[in-house]
């Protein structure tokens, strides 16, 4: 695998997104990266991030932050911030519904998906221009040349979230419209389009090999999900790396590597998720796994 050359969707992705995709092919069986989501109504932005490494000794590699509250300036802030101290940006985003939405109970409301989709309504163009706020501040992330694990519409197939809820093929045209969007109009070509199945595994919702870089699946419950990540393999022949987006309890790193289930990341969830559904002895003892690569011991890519 560190022989062969894998290139993301993008033509014109730039280096930076390259070398992390490429580190994230290369670490195949090897490892599985440490992630954690920040909670947005926390006004330190720190809560998760000062637990893990008091109780660890150690912090993520990986850092999710999320556009939920339309706080971009304050997102990016964080984005960058970790990317100078060595880590990995995720980055979501509960849209709430267009055009006006904002915040997790919006994103759960339902719209009318026919005239949303379709171009010259109202409700089309405000959503393009909510989609061109969030544009503009991945943009800001894109000059400093910081790659993005960008996973928008996650859980798209529980159908909770009004990206969902029109069903998959409104789903689907939603996200080519996005990654068109983006990518060609906006030219943001530090991202690596992440796609984030729920934990009930409905087929039918894939957008194509063309436009999915990264799959993967969300669990809260205890465990290492090998049957999520069984299914998630036979959703596309393509060769790409497969991660748990969501999680409650961290999962197992030895049952990992024992039974090949070969996430490359996990990302545990805030407030009561790491807090609660992981005791401190066991998160000291995830995160100072051999097979756990911590902020610590990621290499520079």
């Known amino acids: 695998m560190e022989n062969t050359k894998i290139h993301l969707t993008n033509p014109l992705a730039q280096p930076a997104a390259q070398r992390l995709y490429q580190y994230l092919h290369n670490i195949c ?3 599985i990266l440490s992630g954690q989501q920040e909670c947005p109504r926390d006004k330190t932005h720190g809560d998760e991030l000062s637990y893990i490494k008091n109780v660890s000794g150690r912090l993520p590699a990986i ?3 999320d556009y939920i509250e339309e706080d971009f300036e304050g997102v990016n802030k964080r984005a960058i911030d970790w990317h100078e101290r060595g880590g990995i940006v995720t980055i979501c985003w509960h849209w709430g519904i267009p055009p006006h939405g904002v915040g997790y109970h919006s994103s759960q ?5 026919e005239e949303l989709l379709t171009p010259g309504t109202a409700l089309y163009q405000g959503m393009l221009k909510n989609m061109d706020v969030a544009a503009r501040a991945l943009a800001v992330l894109c000059e400093k040349e910081i790659p993005v694990l960008w996973r928008p519409f996650h859980e798209f197939d529980g159908a909770w979230f ?8 409104a789903f689907i045209k939603l996200w080519h419209l996005m990654y068109q969007r983006f990518t060609k109009e906006h030219g943001l070509h530090n991202l690596i389009w992440v796609l984030g199945y729920s934990h009930e595994m409905h087929e039918g919702w894939y957008p194509g090999d063309e436009y999915v870089d990264i799959i993967g699946g969300d ?3 205890e465990g290492i999900h ?15 790396p497969r991660c748990l987006h969501e999680n409650g309890p961290l999962p197992e790193p030895g049952l990992l590597a024992q039974r090949n289930v070969d996430w490359r990341w996990f990302l545990t969830w805030h407030t009561v998720h790491i807090h609660e559904q992981n005791s401190p002895d066991y998160l000291r003892y995830v995160y100072n796994h051999p097979y756990v690569i911590t902020l610590e011991n990621l290499p520079k890519i």
Do not use: R, S
């Open 29 to 31: 069986g090897k490892g």
């Open 63 to 65: 850092l999710g932050l």
């Open 109 to 113: 409301e339902e719209v009318d998906m």
């Open 162 to 169: 009004w990206w969902g809820k029109g069903g998959p093929e």
């Open 219 to 221: 669990a809260y419950k």
């Open 226 to 240: 090998e049957e999520l990540f069984n299914w998630i393999k036979t959703v596309t022949d393509k060769p790409m």
